[in-house]
């Protein structure tokens, strides 16, 4: 076994250990309440996306509600999460081109998903990651940091760390691996007060002399 297959097997076996059937935490009602959820949590606590998509999805939980809706209505609600005016109007905007191009029906292709307004690369692959069995390894903050940390990647851009975990990580793992590794970098791997000697998975590779 080299180097890289040894360090993957601590990795997964201890996330294995720690989150076996890792679920999502993410707030929503259907496909459409889905793609608003993911988009809404960009740059925002989930804890507190969720908190008001509980209101916001009392309101719209489709296309049709969202475009009768007064955007006013829809930024009050929202308006405790970061970016929220932009996020309104991409909510807005985003539900016409719904209606109007896919007849409310959100489309299942990463290419058509990533012209819809607010909705980047990484919002695209998470959708699909709950929804269908697309390959897809979404990485947001959480797991750019654990790869540049466990030295899987440089940590220059996402879209190179993306590229480095679907290398290293077999593929009927990635949608399980984007949660479990979320949770983890979280719990015990944070961006700020991180604590050494409590991230497992930096400790034991360390002691195996794998970073």
């Known amino acids: 076994m080299n180097f890289i297959s040894k360090k993957i097997k601590i990795i997964e076996n201890i996330l294995d250990f720690l989150y076996p059937n ?12 889905l793609l608003i959820s993911i988009m809404l949590s960009s740059r925002s606590q989930e804890k507190k996306v969720n908190e008001i998509t ?12 969202t475009i009768y809706t007064p955007i006013e209505n829809i ?5 405790h999460i970061g970016l929220y005016n932009k996020k309104s ?41 709950y929804v269908s069995n697309e390959s897809v390894f979404p990485v947001d903050t959480h797991i750019h940091r654990m790869m540049f940390r466990w030295k899987l990647s440089n940590g220059k851009n996402v879209k190179q ?17 984007h949660l479990q590794i979320i949770f983890y970098a979280k719990k015990y791997s944070p961006s700020r007060k991180w604590n050494l000697k409590k991230d497992i ?3 034991e590779l360390l002691n195996n002399n794998l970073l």
């Open 22 to 33: 890792p679920i999502p935490t993410l707030y929503y009602i259907n496909e459409y309440t």
């Open 75 to 79: 930024k009050n609600i929202i308006k």
């Open 161 to 177: 760390t993306e590229e480095n975990a679907k290398c290293f990580f077999k593929k009927k793992n990635w949608k399980k691996l």
């Open 89 to 129: 109007k991409n909510i807005y905007d985003l539900s016409i081109i719904l209606i109007k191009k896919y007849n409310g029906i959100i489309p299942k292709n990463i290419s058509e998903l990533k012209f819809l307004p607010g909705i980047g690369h990484k919002t695209a692959s998470v959708f699909l990651s």
């Open 201 to 203: 998975i930096y400790q």
């Open 54 to 65: 509980k209101i916001l999805f009392r309101k719209i939980n489709n296309p049709i509600d």
